[in-house]
């Protein structure tokens, strides 16, 4: 017997579980097989994911052969791993066209928090974001994005069992909605990964489309936007994206979004860590009823900025609190393992052009 070509084998890890196991009942009924076997296979899909179909042990070793000829069920291949002394765990992940991208695994007392990455690179140029000096590279499937929780499930010792995920890895989420919509749901699904959606955090730039689009979904998944600076000005010379969503369009959709939405500010010393910028932004989050994180710079390939000193942040913090709106400032981790957006690729791959290696990095938790 030949096998199929990879391409007309259909991925079972592409699609909602419902589709599976629905292209599954077609595929058992064919064999004169009975249907209820397609419930057997869509459970080591996610929620007890198998290595390849020879794992799926309670079904016959024909049945498991003829599954494997008719579908695919896809890798990530894992590059590198990163320990931080503070127990976060960063990943690198090679795809099947040889992208590489990154997953962080951030345990926090009983959470774990996975920072997944949604795209290979990206487009939007943010000045102090390593991932946005790469450039784009391509769109992550909804396989590719869901694929890096299921990966870590699979890691050989000891699985990683995600109990909140954060879109805060590589690339905007929102400029990739299909893969990300069809992601969600499979990080959501209760015959898939079973996450909680609140437990679930968008986090976006402000692309208006997609956060329409979020907001429509009937899960209560969360949105956080990348604010980081409280006027078009200032923001616009941070994000290049403010001129196609300009900071009061992006406030009107956060007002709009029927959850409480959380506004991520990244602190830069001598930019956008005055007192008035406190007072801006603590009136921007005021008009929507948003929730402030404060995050520190990692200074690590963050081309020429600095981060403000933490008396510096504790001050803007409660410069922020007397304006009536909840904040807090975010704890750095992974510090010494380059987990900052971007600093693993980039010092495994380089970017274009390619500079010196980063010797640090974090990631913040929403
Ligand atoms: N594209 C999405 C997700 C990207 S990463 C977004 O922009 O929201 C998640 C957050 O990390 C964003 O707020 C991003 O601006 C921030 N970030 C990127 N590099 C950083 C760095 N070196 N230090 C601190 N925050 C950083």
Redesign the pocket.
């Known amino acids: 017997m030949t096998s199929l070509p990879v391409s007309s084998r259909q991925n079972l890890l592409d699609v909602p579980p419902d589709e599976a196991r629905r292209l599954l009942e077609a595929f058992l009924a064919a064999r004169g097989e009975p249907t209820y076997r397609a419930g057997q296979v869509v459970d080591w899909l996610w929620r007890r994911p198998a290595a390849d179909f020879a794992a799926m042990t309670n079904l016959s070793a024909d049945l498991r052969g003829a599954l494997a000829e008719a579908f695919d069920l896809p890798r990530l291949t894992r590059l590198t791993e990163q320990r931080s002394a503070d127990g976060t765990r960063k990943f690198l992940f090679q795809l099947a066209d040889g992208q590489a991208i990154e997953t962080v695994a951030i345990p926090d007392g009983d959470r774990m928090t996975l920072c997944i990455s949604s795209q290979a690179g990206?487009a939007?140029k943010?000045a102090?974001?390593?991932?946005g000096a790469m450039g784009f590279q391509r769109n992550l499937s909804a396989f590719e994005i869901a694929g890096q929780v299921r990966e870590l499930l699979l890691l050989p010792d000891a699985p990683i069992k995600a109990t909140n995920i954060v879109?805060?890895?590589m690339?905007?989420?929102l400029m990739n909605w299909p893969a990300v919509s069809t992601a969600l749901t499979l990080l959501n699904h209760p015959e898939a990964l079973g996450i909680g959606a609140r437990h679930i955090t968008i986090?976006?730039?402000g692309v208006l489309p997609g956060i329409v689009a979020l907001a429509a979904r009937p899960e209560q998944f969360r949105l956080?936007?990348?604010i980081?600076a409280p006027s078009d000005a200032l923001r616009g010379t941070l994000m290049p994206v403010n001129v196609k969503y300009p900071l009061a369009e992006v406030i009107d959709a956060a007002r709009r979004f029927d959850r409480r939405v959380t506004f991520?500010y990244?602190m830069l010393g001598g930019v956008n860590d005055r007192p008035e910028h406190a007072d801006a932004l603590a009136a921007l989050a005021r008009d929507c009823q948003a929730f402030v994180n404060l995050?520190?710079?990692?200074p690590?390939?963050?081309m020429g900025f600095t981060p403000t000193p933490p008396e510096g942040m504790q001050a803007f913090r409660r410069r922020v609190a007397a304006g009536g709106v909840e904040v807090a400032i975010r704890r750095s981790r992974g510090l010494d393992i380059a987990a900052?957006?971007?600093q693993l690729r980039v010092e495994r791959i380089g970017r274009r052009p390619p500079r010196p290696p980063q010797q640090h990095g974090?990631v913040?938790v929403a």
């Open positions: 990206c939007l943010c102090f974001c390593a991932t879109f805060m890895g690339g905007e989420p986090s976006t730039v956080a936007i990348s980081h991520e990244t995050i520190p710079l990692h690590g390939g963050t900052a957006c971007g974090h913040d």
